[in-house]
């Protein structure tokens, strides 16, 4: 089974920098790698999917890269809005399984 | 607009059964998978299952085979997660989401709200 971990837990910035956050697989997940942000009380929103497509109506400043076992979403500068978790998320085929990485908080500084 | 609307809170007591629902709305129902996804209090997301409300294909984490059934019922376009028997480690929010997109999906594109699912005695 793959496992997903991310880092780093938590990421403290400010309003104006820049965000990074890693996220990688135990084996391969080719591009099959998703980006999701969840803001307290709030259901997951996806951001990124296939490692670096931005979904629907997802900002430019976010941005997702990577592709095997290595991925990387970047927010080029954080807006108040921004501040959530987020996960990332494989589907793995054989057997069919979705995983979720526990998760990079960024809070304000 | 795509919708994903699910059912309400539910308190419940141990042992007992509960059904909740996700109604799909804007898109075709039976022709998207549809997952079901855990999350307990104050920790991350886990996926539970898919099902494929045109055909009723069902698949399980294995963490949840057994646990839970997840069902469709195409004609009302809405899908469900069952427990038969309750235990207070089952309370946490459940979300459903679709599944995009094509012949190979791997993301889950819309969500719905959640339903908390409180389980005490």
């Known amino acids: 089974e793959i496992v997903l971990t991310q880092s780093p837990a938590t990421l403290s910035l400010s309003p104006g920098e820049r965000a990074t956050l890693s996220c990688r697989a135990s084996?391969?997940?080719?591009?099959?790698l998703a980006w999701y942000q969840q803001k307290p009380g709030q259901a997951p929103r996806l951001l990124i999917y296939?490692?670096?497509n931005r979904a629907t109506g997802i900002p430019a400043r976010f941005s997702g890269s990577g592709s095997g076992t290595d991925f990387t979403l970047t927010i080029s500068s954080l807006e108040p809005e921004d501040f959530a978790v987020y996960y990332c998320?494989?589907?793995?085929?054989?057997?069919?399984?979705?995983?979720f990485g526990p998760g990079t908080k960024v809070d304000i500084k | 607009e795509v919708q994903l609307v699910q059912s309400g809170a539910e308190v419940k007591k141990p042992g007992e059964s509960l059904k909740i629902s996700c109604k799909g709305s804007?898109?075709?129902?039976?022709?998207?998978?549809i997952g079901w996804v855990r999350q307990m209090p104050g920790k991350g997301l886990e996926w539970m299952g898919i099902?494929?409300?045109?055909?009723?294909?069902?698949r399980y984490s294995p963490s949840f085979q057994g646990q839970v059934t997840i069902s469709a019922d195409k004609s009302i376009s809405t899908a469900y997660l069952q427990w038969s028997s309750l235990k207070a480690s089952d309370t946490a929010m459940y979300y459903c989401?679709?599944?995009?997109?094509?012949?190979?999906?791997?993301?889950?594109?819309?969500w719905g709200q959640g339903t908390l699912v409180t389980v005490s005695s």
């Open positions: 804007g898109y075709s129902f039976t022709s998207y998978w």
């Open positions: 084996q391969s997940v080719s591009s099959y």
């Open positions: 099902i494929y409300p045109g055909d009723s294909d069902t």
């Open positions: 989401a679709r599944l995009c997109c094509g012949y190979d999906p791997d993301y889950f594109d819309y």
């Open positions: 998320q494989q589907r793995s085929n054989w057997p069919l399984i979705f995983t």
């Open positions: 296939d490692a670096s």
